[in-house]
């Protein structure tokens, strides 16, 4: 069964820092794009990074640029997003998500659309 499961959310404090796991199974993960995408009630969801199957291309948003890295280990078929300086605009629901198409020839897009399977989420608190 294709999964993804996110771990690693939690409360912290201003200026902390967590790490984010996003773990595959039922598929092989290095032959994805993956995207994190965070959401906060009555928002949209929002893309924060993504990292393609190579780890040659990465994108992050400009919200979180300087202090967010997106990364992964395709041996461990999981992909991590390292937050630093959280700040309580950080606060979210943080998902993890797998872009449609193993094959893409033009700039990836950060937009929910493009990304069928998701998991769950992990909660991030930052408090001021």
């Known amino acids: 069964q294709l999964q993804l499961v996110e771990s690693g959310g939690g409360l912290v404090q201003s200026g902390g820092s967590l790490r984010l796991s996003c773990r595959a199974s039922?598929?092989?993960?290095?032959?994805?794009?993956i995207g994190w995408f965070r959401e906060v009630p009555g928002k949209d969801r929002e893309g924060v990074a993504l990292?393609?199957?190579?780890?040659?291309?990465?994108t992050v948003a400009d919200s979180v640029k300087g202090r967010f890295t997106i990364s992964r280990d395709n041996g461990a078929n999981t992909v991590y997003l390292q937050m630093t300086d959280l700040q309580p605009d950080d606060t979210a629901v943080y998902y993890c998500?797998?872009?449609?198409?193993?094959?893409?020839?033009?700039?990836?897009?950060?937009?929910?659309?493009?990304?069928?399977?998701w998991g769950r989420g992990t909660q991030v608190t930052v408090s001021s």
């Open positions: 998500a797998r872009f449609r198409y193993s094959e893409w020839h033009r700039p990836i897009p950060l937009d929910t659309q493009y990304y069928d399977y």
């Open positions: 039922g598929f092989y993960l290095d032959s994805y794009t």
């Open positions: 990292i393609n199957r190579s780890s040659r291309i990465t």
